[in-house]
């Protein structure tokens, strides 16, 4: 049976990663979060203090990391290690997520993560979330889905998350921090998010969890069981 790749990109808080986790159990792949990669790089440049101007230091400190998922059984999910330390929840600080940004958008982080995913799709059978996946990383993904919700519903979705973490923010802050990520994320030099020429455009704001899944699960059924189809005849 043929694999292919699934790369869901589209801004922060829209529903990417939950609805990248269900497809990717559903089909049996792999999911990779390429965003858990970036906060895991900010939380050690945070924790060395590196400079994020000084290029020696960064590139340094990029060959002195090494990050991985590995399964969580309580939580039947994967976390971020960095170093071999499980990261999974103090990557999703807020004071992390306000370095994120600057951090992803230099050329040498991007470089060095980028080659890192590209390596974990190699074999095909992965649903990747992020930015720049059905631009830069897997510009030849069979799949591609761009997501989008309105700002508003995603500060809420996100308020929630963090309140199920345990940390209190109030919606301004959330709106204000994902605002400041968009403009970062879409205007920086280095592969900017935006929607790959043929990559599906979903806005999810008026949608549940279930039918972001459903949409996502069909585009890619489809095409497995179109490609399976057109190598048994060339066979
Ligand atoms: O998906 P997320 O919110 O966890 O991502 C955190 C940040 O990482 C996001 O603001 C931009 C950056 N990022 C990126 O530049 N490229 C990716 N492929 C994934 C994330």
Request: aromatic fraction near 6%.
């Given at each position: 049976?043929?694999k292919i790749i699934?790369?869901?990109?589209?801004?922060?808080?829209?529903?990417?990663?939950?609805?990248?986790?269900?497809?990717?159990?559903?089909?049996?792949?792999?999911?990779?979060?390429?965003?858990?990669?970036?906060?895991?790089?900010?939380?050690?440049?945070?924790?060395?203090?590196?400079?994020?101007?000084?290029?020696?230091?960064?590139?340094?400190?990029?060959?002195?990391?090494?990050?991985?998922?590995?399964?969580?059984?309580?939580?039947?999910?994967?976390?971020?290690?960095?170093?071999?330390?499980?990261?999974?929840?103090?990557?999703?600080?807020?004071?992390?997520?306000?370095?994120?940004?600057?951090?992803?958008?230099?050329?040498?982080?991007?470089?060095?993560?980028?080659?890192?995913?590209?390596?974990?799709?190699?074999?095909?059978?992965?649903?990747?979330?992020?930015?720049?996946?059905?631009?830069?990383?897997?510009?030849?993904?069979?799949?591609?889905?761009?997501?989008?919700?309105?700002?508003?519903?995603?500060?809420?979705?996100?308020?929630?998350?963090?309140?199920?973490?345990?940390?209190?923010?109030?919606?301004?802050?959330?709106?204000?921090?994902l605002k400041e990520?968009?403009?970062?994320?879409?205007?920086?030099?280095?592969s900017p998010l935006?929607?790959?020429?043929?990559?599906?455009?979903?806005?999810?704001?008026?949608?549940?969890?279930?039918?972001?899944?459903?949409?996502?699960?069909?585009?890619?059924?489809?095409?497995?069981?179109?490609?399976?189809?057109?190598?048994?005849?060339?066979?």
């Open positions: 049976m043929k699934v790369a869901i990109d589209g801004y922060s808080a829209c529903g990417k990663s939950t609805t990248a986790k269900l497809v990717a159990a559903q089909l049996n792949y792999a999911y990779i979060d390429t965003g858990a990669m970036y906060r895991a790089v900010t939380l050690y440049f945070i924790e060395n203090h590196i400079a994020l101007t000084n290029p020696k230091e960064v590139t340094q400190a990029l060959r002195d990391i090494n990050i991985s998922f590995q399964p969580n059984p309580k939580t039947q999910r994967s976390d971020t290690y960095l170093n071999g330390i499980n990261v999974e929840n103090e990557i999703r600080k807020m004071y992390v997520t306000q370095q994120v940004s600057p951090v992803s958008a230099i050329t040498e982080v991007r470089k060095t993560l980028v080659a890192e995913q590209q390596k974990m799709g190699k074999r095909k059978g992965v649903v990747m979330d992020g930015r720049d996946i059905g631009t830069t990383v897997f510009p030849e993904a069979e799949v591609k889905v761009f997501m989008d919700a309105d700002l508003t519903v995603r500060a809420h979705r996100r308020q929630k998350e963090l309140m199920e973490k345990g940390e209190t923010l109030n919606l301004e802050e959330i709106v204000h921090n990520r968009d403009r970062i994320d879409t205007t920086r030099e280095e935006r929607k790959a020429a043929d990559a599906h455009y979903l806005d999810t704001t008026y949608m549940t969890i279930d039918e972001e899944v459903e949409y996502v699960l069909h585009l890619a059924t489809s095409r497995i069981i179109s490609l399976n189809k057109s190598n048994s005849t060339i066979c």
